[in-house]
Every structure is written in C-alpha cells, then in structure tokens.
C-alpha cells in the first residue's frame, strides 16, 4: 500500500525541500526548547502575578506584559515570520507545476475505488472565507489549495505525521459503539481525507464519507484515497447541513473542525451532528482545550494564534463548553483527561459523545 | 500572498499582512531578512554537501578541483539568474516597508 509521501507531489526544486526542511527546524526551535520563549515568558507572568498579589485578568492585560518585553516581540516576529516563510515557499514551488498539478487532479477525478461529488453550484458561507494559518487563498480559493494545504501541514507535524500516522493514531482512540455496529462513518470538514482513510482501514467493510466546503481539498483526498486503494467517499458540503439521512452514522468524526468554526455554525454543526448519528452512535471530536486551566503565557499563545495566525474563531471556541454544546443536544459526553503541559493543561483534547 | 480578502464572522480580529512586532518596521525587516538569510545558507550548504558525497563517492570530481573551476559562459549566466533569486529571496522583505509607519 502506497504511504503519504508518495501522495504528497515533489516540490519544484532539491531547494526548495531544504528550505522548507529549515522551516521545520526553526519551527521547532522557536516554539519548542530551543529558544525556550513559552518557559521564560510564562515564568516572567507568573513571577509578576506572584509578586504583585494577584492573578493575571484578562488576555488583554497579559498582552500587553507581553509586548512590553522585548522578548515578547521578537517571540512573536519569528513565530509570525516562520508561517509566512513556509508558506512563502509552497506556493511558490507548487505555483511553478501549476499546469501540470491541475492536470494530476483531473487525472484522478473520474478514478475509484471511492466515488467524488462535487457541487458546481456550491456557495461558500462568509465565515469559510478565512485564510486560516495564513494559508495563501485560505482552503478553497486556489485550485492547489488541496496540495498547499497537505505540505503545509507535513512541515506542522515536523515529520510526525509523513504517514499519516497522527490520523491513525486519533482514528485508533474513537470508541465502537457499545452494539458493534460500524456500517457508516462521517469525516466531518475532513480536509485532505486523512482520517477518513484512516477509519477505511480501521473499518474496511464501513461506508466512509469525508465532507468538506472546499474543492480543492476534496480533490486531493480523492486522490490520494484512489491512489492508497481506499474506498472512500468524498463530497462537498457543509458540515451544518450534510444532507444525509437523519441516524444515518454510527461513528461521527470531527478532527480539529470547531475551532474554525463561529459560535453559532459550531451550535449548528453539533444539533446536525446530532440528527445524522443513530442512537449509540459515536460523534468523537479531537481539538482545543477550553481557556481554563491554561497557564498565562498558553492564553497568550492563543490569543497571537487568532490574532496573528488567521484563527478568527479560536477564541470563542476555547471560552466555549462543548461538552454542555454536546449534551443539550442530545449526547452523553464521556470525561476525558486533559494532558497536563508546563505551567498548564495541554492544547488538544478529545470528545467522545454517544448520541442518547 | 494571492487575496487577502477574508470575511470572518465576528471573533478575534485578524491582523494585517505586514504586522510590526519591534520597535519600528525596520527591525521587523532585519529579522526576516537573518532568517530568510538563514533558510538560504541552509539550502546552499544542504546542496553542497549533497553534491560534493555524490561527486565524490563516484569519483568524478575531487574536491580541489571545484575550488580551481572556472564557469563557462552558460554557467554564468546561470549563476547570474540564481543571484537575482537569491537576492529576492533575502531582500524581498525591504518592499514590505511601510511608507507610513
């Protein structure tokens, strides 16, 4: 079976792989202990707060501790200039094998073994048109928005995800119904098909769909399950109104989809989420953890992330409680434990919901 | 960055293309300008070291040999292109200075 570096096309030149290789790196040393800003900026908040007798308020006034020191500026230049550089860079080297990139999607359009609707007449909500991590033309405006969007995120993971192993890892934690029923599953906003493939594999008998607004990302996850052999389906849709049967999954999925969401599609989202999953069904979701708990310096982070780093919705997410979302809506949520992380809890987080 | 026109519903808002962390837009632009500067030292030497195990390992090309190379004309010419991209690349980020700032 084909893995995920064979589905990722190769760049223009030798160069601009290492280019992009040094992206990864200075990622990592800039966000991680290399240049050691979270430990620092957070022991300086902590330090402040301590002395000072009481806690930080709200982020704004942690925002501006932070852009008192000079620390704290050059922190968020290099996070800020490390995105643009990548991106900078993908567009670029995929912007030269335009022609023959466009062609490579034809080619696999019309190919199973999975079926690829695709709604010509399709009207992309106000809200989908974010450039989300700074991503040139956001998720559906460029053709290649799909290939983009697919290297972009290999130089995210650092390396950890070439395989698509984060997918199968996430896809191996979401419970089986209770009855052992896995006849269809939903990839809610499933990108470049990642998990969907994944679930394929987990459940090869199951009819998997992976839905998404953009296009482009939907071509290149047909492509790359046609090219993997895997029989899944993809289509373009929202995902507050899927246009599937009512009870229709047994398993729901929804990967790092609702801090991209506005608060009401993320009310919409969840009372659909509801109506497609049969009673016993699972709707599992992996994303950010809530704003409490968070160490200073970690709410600091997400507010630059929103801000600075095209998450217009993040924020609201983080201070929302999906939990109590899930449960008016007709879920029983099962607890899930919160990483612990320096100074705080992690960022990511799942759900695992039964639809009651 | 191809249209940068977003139209997000409400949340946080989002910054513009070409924000200032520093103290002034200048400093902003010698930073970028060390990083890109960086990321091409490392695609050079990257290149180089490839290049020069390949060479060697199929005993083309001694090493004292490229030191003592003279580029033809095609080869210069060439060079000639891969410098103005090397340029760009850097000092690209000089245009992202605000007049206004």
């Known amino acids: ?356 | 960055m191809s249209d940068r026109a977003q139209t997000p519903e409400g949340g946080t808002p989002i910054v513009g293309d070409d924000p200032v962390y520093l103290n002034d837009p200048i400093q902003d632009a010698t930073v970028r300008m060390l990083l890109e500067l960086a990321a091409q030292v490392w695609v050079e030497r990257e290149r180089r070291l490839t290049l020069e195990a390949l060479l060697e390992s199929k005993g083309i090309v001694a090493r004292d040999e490229i030191e003592r190379h003279i580029p033809d004309a095609v080869l210069a010419a060439r060079l000639k292109d891969e410098r103005a991209r090397f340029i760009e690349d850097i000092f690209k980020e000089l245009r992202r200075v605000s007049l206004n700032r």
């Open chain 1, 1 to 356: 079976m084909s893995t995920t570096p064979e589905t990722l096309p190769p760049l223009a030149r030798r160069s601009d792989a290492a280019y992009l290789d040094f992206v990864e790196g200075l990622r990592e040393f800039i966000l991680g202990k290399g240049a050691d800003f979270e430990e620092r900026l957070n022991g300086a908040l902590e330090r402040t707060a301590s002395s000072r007798g009481r806690p930080w308020g709200d982020v704004e006034e942690i925002r501006e501790f932070v852009h008192a020191l000079p620390l704290g500026r050059l922190r968020d230049r290099l996070a800020r200039s490390q995105q643009e550089m990548k991106w900078h860079a993908i567009e670029r080297s995929f912007g030269e094998q335009r022609a023959q990139l466009t062609a490579e999607l034809a080619k696999w359009d019309e190919r199973g073994p999975g079926r690829l609707l695709l709604d010509p007449a399709f009207v992309h909500p106000a809200y989908t048109n974010v450039h989300f991590h700074l991503q040139p033309g956001g998720y559906y405006k460029d053709e290649l928005s799909g290939f983009l969007y697919h290297y972009g995120t290999k130089v995210f993971f650092r390396g950890d995800n070439d395989k698509d192993e984060l997918h199968a890892k996430l896809v191996g934690t979401v419970p089986t119904p209770s009855d052992g029923k896995v006849n269809r599953i939903l990839d809610l906003a499933c990108s470049i098909g990642q998990s969907s493939t994944a679930f394929h594999r987990r459940y090869p008998e199951a009819d998997v769909w992976g839905i998404d607004h953009s296009a482009p990302m939907l071509r290149v996850a047909h492509r790359r399950a046609a090219m993997q052999g895997d029989a899944v389906n993809f289509a373009q849709r929202l995902v507050e109104k899927t246009g599937f049967p009512d009870a229709h999954f047994d398993i729901t999925f929804a990967f790092i989809l609702f801090h991209e969401l506005p608060p009401r599609i993320i009310d919409e989202t969840v009372r659909e989420a509801a109506r497609v999953t049969r009673r016993g069904g699972i709707f599992a979701i992996y994303d950010f953890t809530g704003t409490e708990g968070k160490s200073p310096y970690q709410r600091y982070h997400r507010w630059f992330d929103a801000r600075h780093n095209g998450e217009p919705y993040s924020q609201d997410f983080c201070d929302c409680r999906l939990g109590d979302i899930l449960a008016a809506n007709g879920f029983e949520v099962a607890a899930a434990p919160l990483a612990k992380r320096a100074g705080g809890t992690g960022y990511m987080q799942h759900w695992f919901a039964t639809r009651v």
